[in-house]
């Protein structure tokens, strides 16, 4: 079957003549044993005629359905029952996943009046389904778990965080030498803290489509196998591409796109990755994959706390959320099935509880007694 499943996709999709490794794509449609035994009278030019595009995108899974339903009513054979085996959905520890990394951290306690928190983490993480623990996802075949086996979803290479308190040089006893007047409480009690993170891009990978080893649809996306050496692929965030031969078109800014791609050129990496090959590719290409623009934010806050009396107090502050209203872009499309929004980028992060990702400003009054 996949001989047979090669040999047509690829010549529906114009690699006719093409080489691919150890793979040939034939020189145009012919009869495939496989199919004219399966569908007698219909065989390999009924399903180009009318499935084409199941080829053309690797969707395997829908292509059985569909030989399935006229094998049964036109043809009136048998049914690919399932009935051994229909489903097995469970949730295991079985899979396999490896994590490592080198932590550092940097630690000041309280001294004259500033306090911090500096973490920086180094890490690589791989598994086999790329997803977290909370999604439910399908392995894309139960004959080689390892096919996706590759960068996992929170493989963030490299992350730093940090947190600080400062208590602003206003405090008491500048003003007035008893520490107790009503300047020291005008002036004193201001001070300035905040949260600082940035990370590396997660993994991109460049889609393929659900099902492509005859699995579940509802499983992973299976990832494109690449042409070149992912790493000759420039990435970042390229402004006034306007997408060509198809490709990126949706981000062109001459028709209201936002100009943004992950690529200079996205029409030639879109052409750097194939369809995956059932008789040929032991693997995806998830293993083989780049990165695109990273994170970093600071939110701020500052404020002033006034001890009115012994027994009441009063503090209010300003609260910036993206400070710097940084815009940090979202994952692009980076779909063979969507060549015209491939790489583009069209939204951007927004963090939980929030409508968007610019800057917000927030105040707070609080009295304690």
Not at 358 to 368: K, V
């Amino acid at each position: 079957f996949a001989q047979a499943y090669d040999n047509v996709a690829c010549v529906l999709r114009g690699d006719a003549g093409k080489t691919f490794g150890s793979f040939t794509c034939p020189a145009s449609l012919t009869p495939q044993p496989w199919f004219e035994n399966q569908l007698p009278g219909l065989g390999t030019a009924f399903l180009t005629s009318n499935f084409a595009s199941l080829f053309q995108t690797n969707n395997v899974s829908t292509l059985f359905l569909q030989m399935n339903v006229f094998r049964q009513l036109v043809l009136g054979l048998p049914s690919y029952n399932n009935l051994q085996m229909l489903a097995i959905l469970m949730a295991t520890h079985g899979g396999i996943s490896n994590y490592h990394a080198i932590f550092f951290t940097l630690r000041n306690r309280p001294w004259h009046g500033l306090q911090f928190d500096v973490n920086y983490t180094l890490s690589k993480s791989l598994d086999q389904v790329g997803n977290v623990q909370n999604n439910l996802s399908l392995i894309t075949t139960g004959f080689d778990p390892n096919v996706d086996y590759g960068p996992a979803l929170s493989d963030r290479r490299h992350v730093f965080n940090g947190v600080f308190n400062y208590e602003l040089p206003f405090g008491p006893g500048r003003w007035v030498s008893s520490g107790q007047g009503w300047l020291n409480k005008l002036m004193g009690g201001w001070y300035l803290s905040g949260i600082f993170r940035a990370f590396t891009s997660l993994p991109y990978s460049v889609d393929d489509n659900a099902g492509v080893f005859g699995g579940s649809l509802a499983g992973l996306t299976n990832a494109a196998i690449p042409l070149v050496d992912v790493s000759t692929l420039n990435t970042g965030v390229f402004r006034g591409v306007a997408g060509s031969g198809g490709v990126g078109t949706i981000g062109n800014p001459a028709t209201g796109g936002s100009g943004l791609n992950l690529f200079a050129d996205p029409e030639s990496a879109f052409n750097s990755f194939r369809r995956i090959l059932l008789s040929v590719d032991g693997r995806t290409g998830r293993a083989n994959h780049f990165r695109g623009p990273g994170f970093w934010n600071l939110d701020l806050r500052i404020g002033k706390d006034t001890q009115i009396t012994e027994r009441f107090a009063y503090e209010f502050s300003f609260d910036f959320f993206n400070f710097f209203n940084h815009v940090n872009l979202d994952t692009p499309s980076l779909s063979l099935n969507n060549p015209a929004a491939f790489g583009v980028f069209s939204s951007q992060f927004t963090p939980p509880n929030r409508t968007n990702g610019a800057r917000w400003i927030q105040f707070g009054s609080r009295i304690r007694f």
